[in-house]
């Protein structure tokens, strides 16, 4: 008789994941292989992501506990429940954060004559350099805020530091909000000696002269503290008559969202913090104090002012794919592109070619993230300016890059290219081309799909497959799915591709219902899978049910993964792991044994919910053996790695691999392989 588990033991829930995968970030700052520079990189990583996970989890979590839908999960979890759990780890893992970082700091980074100041530790020079800045630089732009019934408490945009000043003039008692500057650099060099490099805080600068504010007043007590508001939007998309206009008003409101976190400094006193949660509408009890600086992320600032690149990973330069003309490449044969590990460029060099070429009728394309100076969208507009019909599905909803994307969408429009900025309900989270040429009297179709992003930058660091073909099945499949997203056309029966929302999950459930049916009669199931987020509970429990009829589960996922493995009669026959690098792994790549005949997928899908019911997804199979082999083998490189590699276990814990002989670094051997 098969055994039944309750919900709670089949399932770890999301955001205990989500902070157990911080954890292996904050790790590789502890991991000695890394230099120096980069372990103080991993650093800031953890406390942007964790300032993102406070914007939306957290948010979410509080926004379900005050609605009228305060109710139980899935897998039985009041809100509240999971906030004092998540609430728990977060601040364990805040604790480790400055006890590495004060490690770092005192000991490592000293030896390399970089320090971090106060004020009071610099020499007399630095001091009266530091005096100078702050009557020159930073004096005349700052502005105190009182705060009385005439002056309500300042609205402090989220991921501000500001001052809190208790001040005292006769008998009256006063709050006032000093804001650091955003626009000024916040790590300031002050002089130094020769391969000295001492650096001083904007805000230890500001703290030094704070009472310069205040002159007739006393101050009674003052202590630094940082903001961060919910940035869920809140828009009802499907009422909407421009859904740009619409998205653009509820990105405004985030600066007046609700607090969901506050750090203040150890020392804050008790009547300051009062003061401070009640001008925040801030539960007190939930204030988090930071023995350190606040916002470790001014490391990422820190570390482009350092000039030590032996502290720095050694150069990479990605291999370059040598061809003349990009179209007569992909005539020659389908292949791919692995980023970061091979250039970007062939995927630029498509769309930019594509707008130059007189033969290029349109170019279709869509854009969910991009670089700030993107040479992707130089080329849509010169194309546009060359008279190609340019369309272009640009997400304005992509989470934290709304603005950055609404910019693109006005530039590109003003350009000549029709815009679409996304479909009500959904976020087009699928990453794909074509380009139509007409070659020799006939129009002539090309292709390009990816597992990431079109972003020269996150190209250089994260891993990401690009697919590029002149398949007509494929390029009939794109060319229809682009009429489903920028017109009112059904989806027809796809020949090459799959989608969500319409029928990813059900395909991959019955891909391994295959493989349990194979295994059966065969003895030879085996499905491997990478990608970034691991969720999805009707997938989840297909695996188990795989695991349970003997086929051999290899998991490969970075982030969030809620599957428990090696649990007996549950998952015994499920692998789990997770590696944590150099660079951020965000490929998708699916195999099943299919009764030795491999079945090899690409996706721009993790197996979330959310990828699965509310976003554009494409999932295609790979023909090419050639290709297929390749991916194949990019796989066994990453279940070989015994480096940077993490291990889920029963127990619900994350273990390090430790190699028995010697270290294989999956990233590096890659590096190496391309000539990097």
Request: with cysteine; charged share 30%; net charge positive.
């Amino acid at each position: 008789m098969k055994k039944e588990f309750p919900e709670k033991e089949k399932f770890i829930p999301r955001d205990v994941s989500w902070l157990m995968f911080n954890q292996r970030v904050l790790n590789e700052a502890l991991d000695h292989a890394n230099p120096l520079l980069e372990r103080l990189r991993f650093l800031a990583i953890f406390v942007n992501n964790l300032d993102e996970f406070y914007m939306v989890r957290v948010a979410a979590l509080l926004n379900l506990k005050n609605s009228d839908i305060n109710k139980p999960d899935h897998l039985g979890y009041y809100p509240q429940e999971l906030l004092d759990q998540i609430g728990k780890q977060a601040r364990e893992l805040i604790k480790q954060l400055y006890e590495i970082h004060r490690g770092i700091c005192a000991n490592e980074l000293a030896k390399e004559n970089i320090r971090v100041e106060n004020v009071a530790g610099l020499r007399k020079e630095q001091k009266r350099f530091v005096r100078e800045y702050f009557e020159n630089t930073l004096y005349p732009v700052m502005t105190p805020l009182g705060v009385d019934p005439g002056h309500p408490f300042p609205v402090l945009p989220s991921r501000t530091m500001a001052f809190a000043v208790h001040i005292k003039r006769k008998a009256n008692s006063f709050l006032a909000v000093v804001p650091v500057p955003k626009n000024i650099p916040r790590v300031i060099r002050v002089p130094s000696r020769k391969n000295e490099y001492i650096f001083v805080l904007l805000e230890d600068i500001i703290r030094e002269h704070v009472r310069v504010f205040f002159k007739g007043y006393k101050i009674d007590g003052f202590s630094i503290f940082r903001v961060i508001r919910d940035s869920e939007l809140s828009a009802e998309e499907d009422f909407t008559p421009d859904l740009l206009k619409l998205i653009e008003s509820e990105v405004k409101k985030r600066r007046l969202a609700k607090v969901v976190y506050l750090e203040v400094d150890e020392k804050c006193g008790e009547e300051l913090l009062d003061m401070l949660c009640q001008g925040l509408n801030f539960a007190k009890e939930e204030t988090v104090r930071i023995s350190g600086h606040l916002d470790l992320t001014y490391l990422f600032e820190m570390i482009r002012k350092v000039d030590k690149p032996e502290l720095c990973y050694r150069g990479h330069i990605p291999r370059k794919l040598e061809f003349e003309n990009i179209f007569d490449k992909i005539k020659s044969g389908d292949f791919i592109v692995h980023v970061p590990y091979e250039s970007f460029e062939p995927t630029v060099d498509l769309v930019r070619a594509a707008a130059r070429d007189e033969r290029v009728l349109a170019i279709k394309m869509t854009l969910y993230r991009t670089s700030k100076d993107s040479a992707i969208i130089s080329a849509l507009k010169e194309a546009a300016a060359n008279k190609k019909q340019v369309t272009i599905l640009l997400e304005i909803k992509a989470r934290f890059d709304e603005e950055n994307n609404i910019k693109w969408a006005r530039e590109l429009e003003t350009a000549g290219c029709h815009v679409i900025y996304g479909i009500p309900g959904l976020k087009v989270h699928s990453k794909m081309t074509l380009i139509v040429r007409e070659e020799e009297g006939a129009i002539q179709r090309y292709v390009h799909l990816s597992t990431g992003n079109y972003n020269e930058y996150t190209a250089r660091v994260y891993s990401d497959i690009g697919y590029f073909t002149n398949n007509d099945d494929f390029a009939k499949d794109i060319s229809d799915m682009f009429n489903v997203i920028t017109g009112y056309s059904m989806p027809p029966a796809w020949k090459r591709i799959v989608s969500a929302p319409r029928d990813l999950r059900g395909y991959l459930i019955a891909l391994i219902d295959k493989e349990i049916r194979f295994h059966k009669k065969n003895k030879n199931g085996l499905i491997t899978a990478k990608m970034n987020s691991l969720e999805d509970p009707r997938v989840i429990e297909k695996l188990y049910e795989a695991s349970g009829a003997g086929v051999k589960v290899r998991l490969i996922v970075r982030g969030i993964c809620c599957l428990v493995p090696g649990v007996k009669d549950l998952s015994e026959n499920i692998h789990v792991k997770s590696i944590v690098g150099r660079f951020l792994e965000h490929t998708r790549i699916f195999t099943f044994n299919n009764n030795a005949g491999p079945r090899v997928f690409l996706s721009s899908a993790d197996w979330m919910k959310r990828n699965f019911d509310r976003r554009i997804e494409l999932l295609f199979e790979i023909h090419k053996e050639e290709i297929k082999s390749h991916l194949k083998e990019i796989l066994e490189l990453y279940w070989k790695d015994n480096a940077k590699s993490w291990e889920l276990t029963q127990e619900r814990a994350y273990k390090k691999i430790k190699a028995k002989d010697d270290p294989f670094n999956c990233q590096e051997y890659l590096i190496k392989r391309h000539g990097g």
